[in-house]
Every structure is written in C-alpha cells, then in structure tokens.
Nanobody, 122 residues
Framework: QVQLVESGGGLVQPGGSLRLSCAAS????????MGWYRQAPGKQRELVAT???????NYADFVEGRFTISRDNAKNTVYLQMNNLGPEDTAVYYC????????????????WGQGTQVTVSS
C-alpha cells in the first residue's frame, strides 16, 4: 500500500525559512506529478506548488518567488523550500502524488499525506 509521509514542519519566526519533505513508500512502479497543498483554519485547501515527473514546476500566485518545489526520483521524495515566511503562511501542508503501484498498476491514483503543521509567529 502506498503511503506519503511529510516532515519538516514546525514553528518559525516571520522572515524565517523551512524545508518540507514528503517521501512515498510502498511497492511503487512510478510517480507522475507531485505537489504541495495547504489548509489554514476556516479556509479551503489550496494549491501551493506542483512538479511533473520531468521537473516542470507550477506555483500559486501567493508564493511570489518565495518557495521552491523539487523532487528526488531515486528517493521518491518531493521537497518544498519555503523562504521569507509570514503569518499568512500558517497552515497544515499536505503532500499529494499520482502514484502507480502494484495495487493499481495501470493508472496513477492520487494519494495524500497526513499533513505537517507550519506555524509562523513572532
């Protein structure tokens, strides 16, 4: 069974940086696009960034050049480097990936991690 596990969240001061990681495990045959989403209290989950299997990236407008998404295919891992964090970035950050595995070998179902809390506070 495929599992996504996020790590790297925590408490940082405004203007600080944080690096999130998400590792996929299981009998994985391949991974297409991967991405990061976030959800703040009282708000809907929103897209932060995505990256294709070929390395093409896409970012939400609010990122404004502050974040960088990357991946290590050998480790089945996606990263999100976040710089110049502000209180508005406080949210639970979720990893998402389209993963082909022994369970569904012909398609790439989407999986979600359990989330990691990011809190930006002075």
């Amino acid at each position: 069974q495929v599992q996504l596990v996020e790590s790297g969240g925590g408490l940082v001061q405004p203007g600080g940086s944080l690096r999130l990681s998400c590792a996929a495990s299981g009998n994985i045959f391949g991974i297409n696009d991967m991405g990061w989403y976030r959800q703040a209290p009282g708000k809907q989950r929103e897209l932060v960034a995505t990256i294709t299997s070929g390395g093409s990236t896409n970012y939400a407008d609010f990122v404004e050049g502050r974040f960088t998404i990357s991946r290590d295919n050998a480790k089945n891992t996606v990263y999100l480097q976040m710089n110049n964090l502000g209180p508005e970035d406080t949210a639970v950050y979720y990893c998402n990936a389209a993963v082909r595995s022994n369970l569904f070998p012909s398609v790439y179902p989407r999986y979600w991690g359990q989330g990691t809390q990011v809190t930006v506070s002075s």
